[in-house]
């Protein structure tokens, strides 16, 4: 079975913190990808990576970044958070481009 | 435009009641369409992913089914346990498309 993890099911962080959310896949995938997920928006893809340390943005990349040093590992990072960015993020993985994307159990983030 | 549409937005079914969800999307070209299941909370699980039109795929009481613009989830004789947001999603065909677009989904509820 193919297993995506995420750090924390939830956060609550301050305006102004730096955020990490890190996700790891067990299934040798070579892409993974984070979205977030917003009530009446549905998933939208922020950043994906298909290689380690490659990285190519998605539909609504402001005020996020990734890293990916290792291929089962993929962290989002929230430089400085806002409000606008409370939402439940998710990660994603892939064995190949045409292939299924599997989804690990969300990140609930609450910015106050 | 939205690429990817689904209806209705909720369903409520009887439990045996047999009905269909349905996808529509608007890409030129269809790489793949994929289907999930999300209950409240957790992260979207796999459950088919179908490449050309008149594939069909079944499991348990869902069938899924594609046409050259549309996909539909049939429910045959739905449970309680068969209640979740249902979530379908299309990659474009291309050279370096990765990305999935996603619909904003059907939320199922069954009453015993």
């Known amino acids: 079975d193919v297993k995506v993890t995420q750090s924390s099911r939830y956060l609550v962080k301050r305006t102004g913190e730096k955020v990490f959310l890190e996700c790891v896949q067990d299934m040798d995938h070579e892409n993974m990808f984070w979205y977030r997920q917003d009530p009446g928006l549905g998933l939208r893809l922020i950043y994906f990576?298909?290689?380690?340390?490659?990285?190519e943005k998605g539909d609504i990349p402001e005020g996020y970044s990734v890293s990916r040093e290792k291929k089962e590992r993929f962290s989002l990072i929230l430089e400085s958070a806002s409000t606008n960015q409370t939402s439940m993020y998710l990660c994603?993985?892939?064995?190949?481009?045409?292939?299924?994307?599997?989804f690990g159990p969300g990140t609930r983030l609450l910015v106050l | 435009e939205d690429q990817v549409t689904q209806s209705p937005e909720a369903l409520r079914l009887q439990e045996g009641e047999s009905s269909s969800l349905n996808c529509s999307y608007t890409?030129?070209?269809?790489?793949?369409l994929f289907w999930y299941r999300q209950d409240p909370g957790k992260g979207p699980e796999f459950l088919f992913t179908?490449?050309?039109a008149g594939e069909e795929k079944e499991k348990e009481r869902l069938k899924a089914t594609l046409t050259k613009k549309e996909s539909f989830l049939h429910i045959t004789a739905p449970k309680p346990e068969d209640s979740a947001t249902y979530l379908c999603a299309v990659q474009e065909a291309g050279a370096g498309s990765y990305q999935l677009t996603f619909g904003k989904g059907t939320k199922l509820s069954v009453i015993p």
């Open positions: 994603a993985s892939s064995f190949r481009q045409r292939e299924t994307q599997y």
């Open positions: 179908l490449y050309s």
């Open positions: 990576s298909y290689d380690v340390k490659m990285k």
């Open positions: 890409v030129s070209g269809l790489r793949g």
